[in-house]
């Protein structure tokens, strides 16, 4: 199957700083989705991008097929974006997770 | 946009017992739903597909019937956890595809606690 690798594994941030997160996936997907999971367990949807760029507020993403990559940008971090976020592949209705980023945002 | 919802959010339960988890989509209709099991800092792993009309199809290494499912109608899937055992104490989260798309929406999940 489909391998997906999220880095990094952690991320610490101070409130107002800027972050990358990466997801390497290791062959061609259908759809590729990011999501931020809170506290409470809640998986939220944040992007739908199985090509090209987007963006939402603070957060954009930016996805290359071609080279089998995904970046979710965060800038000027909130505590609130603390949580898990997860990158997730879908090959012909299979669904992949990565590990997942784990990022705390300090005040 | 696309809800879906879970019931109960949390449940703990007795060995030996059984409990049925609920998943459904409330404002969409879902022919395949998805049902994902969680531990403690790690990521979601898929459990199963489920079909509505048709038998659910279970990811290698996970019982069929320990964790039974039934695609009811288009809006309903139910896991049902039969003879639960501490092992099984877990985050439960279930997902759908939205209309039209392959986007998948994900319910808010069940946490199981199995004394």
């Known amino acids: 199957g489909i391998q997906v690798e999220q880095s990094p594994p952690d991320l610490i941030l101070q409130e107002g700083a800027n972050s990358t997160l990466r997801c390497n996936f290791s062959d061609s997907v259908n759809n590729l989705q990011w999501f931020h999971q809170n506290p409470w367990g809640q998986l939220i949807n944040l992007f739908y991008i199985p090509s090209g760029t987007k963006q939402n507020g603070r957060l954009s993403a930016t996805t290359v097929a071609t080279e089998r990559y995904s970046l979710l940008y965060i800038s000027s971090s909130q505590t609130t974006d603390s949580g898990v976020y997860f990158c997730v592949t879908d090959s012909w209705g299979k669904l992949q997770f990565g590990a997942g980023t784990q990022v705390v945002v300090t005040p | 946009g696309a809800v879906v919802s879970q019931h109960p959010s949390w449940v703990i339960c007795k060995s030996g017992t059984s409990v049925k988890i609920e998943c459904r989509s409330l404002d969409f209709q879902a022919t395949t739903m998805f049902w994902y099991r969680q531990f403690p800092k790690q990521s979601l792993m898929l459990m199963a597909t489920?079909?509505?009309?048709?038998?659910?199809?279970?990811e290698q290494g996970v019982e069929k019937d320990k964790f039974l499912i039934n695609h009811a109608s288009l809006t309903l899937s139910t896991l049902t956890v039969t003879s639960a055992h501490p092992e099984d104490s877990s985050f439960y989260i279930c997902s759908a595809p939205g209309t039209g798309r392959s986007e998948q929406y994900f319910g808010p999940g069940t946490r199981l606690t199995v004394t």
């Open positions: 489920s079909n509505e009309g048709s038998k659910a199809t279970y």
